[in-house]
């Protein structure tokens, strides 16, 4: 079933994360891996959305192959990075966690998951999905990935109005978490634009514990695991720097 915000309106999901700051994200990213002692060349991006990262990562000299699972937030990445030029570069593929299908891409020196990727996995395909990277990476090599702080028991319905950067887009979205009774989320939204009908978009997600994540970065053979708040100042999430 397509996802009606990823699939079919990845420019309005561009407007509505608009305001976040991926620079800080980057940076948080490259810090993280020199300070582990990891020069990359080559990064598996995972959950790539609209390229906003991935265009950043390789503008500044990487090797990116980005996937995801959504065609729509697929095409839009292509266009951001058709740009590119010097040493870094971005290769696209459709596929995702847990078992990502990337041929013979690999292995690579640094992989990330931003924004809540792993959130969108069941909690029986954490484990499997964290595994699977890790076989992805070199010896010595990092994963960077965060964790959302999802209320685990739902919330009330909260009302987001907004409009992106140039002012071409606006929408008023209405979004709401809801517990299903085993222990994951039911996250639906309806959005309305100038433009067209209003439409729903639903997803399941998982709150997961930071210490589940923890647990299962061990078990999957990660040697060295550390937990950060946040991305920079004002940033609520909990990001794990895992070294194979």
């Known amino acids: 079933m397509p996802d009606g915000l990823y699939d ?3 420019r309005l999901y561009d407007a509505i994360q608009s305001e976040w700051d991926y620079d800080r994200d980057v940076a948080f990213v490259r810090d993280a891996l020199a300070d582990r002692g990891v020069d990359p060349e080559r990064l598996l991006e995972v959950g790539c959305g609209t390229g906003e990262h991935t265009h950043r990562l390789a503008a500044g000299g990487l090797d990116v192959t980005a996937i995801d699972v959504h065609e729509g937030m697929l095409g839009v990445a ?3 990075c058709a740009d590119l030029d010097g040493d870094g570069g971005a290769e696209f593929r459709r596929t995702g966690l ?4 990337l041929g013979d891409a690999g292995p690579f020196d640094a992989a990330v ?6 959130n969108h996995l069941a909690p029986a395909d954490l484990g499997p999905a964290l595994a699977a990277l890790r076989d992805r990476l070199r010896p010595g090599g990092a994963l960077v990935f965060d964790n959302s702080p999802l209320p685990p028991e739902g919330n009330r319905p909260g009302l987001d109005v907004g409009r992106d950067a140039d002012g071409a887009v606006e929408y008023v979205r209405v979004a709401h978490h809801v ?3 085993d222990g994951r989320l039911d996250w ?3 959005t309305f634009t100038p433009d067209g009908d209003p439409f729903v978009d639903a997803r399941r997600m998982t709150p997961f514990a930071d210490e589940q994540i923890a647990d299962a970065l061990a078990a999957a053979g990660f040697d060295e695991i550390d937990t950060v708040d946040g991305y920079g100042p004002a940033d609520d999430r909990s990001v794990f720097v895992a070294v194979r």
């Not at 847990?98 to 299908?101: A, E, G, H, R």
């Not at 998951?113 to 792993?118: D, F, M, Q, Y």
Request: glycine letters at 10%; proline letters at 14%.
């Open 98 to 101: 847990p078992d990502p299908d």
């Open 78 to 80: 292509r266009e951001k």
């Open 188 to 190: 639906r939204a309806v």
């Open 113 to 118: 998951a931003i924004r809540g990727v792993v």
């Open 8 to 10: 079919e309106r990845p």
């Open 179 to 181: 517990a299903t009774g």
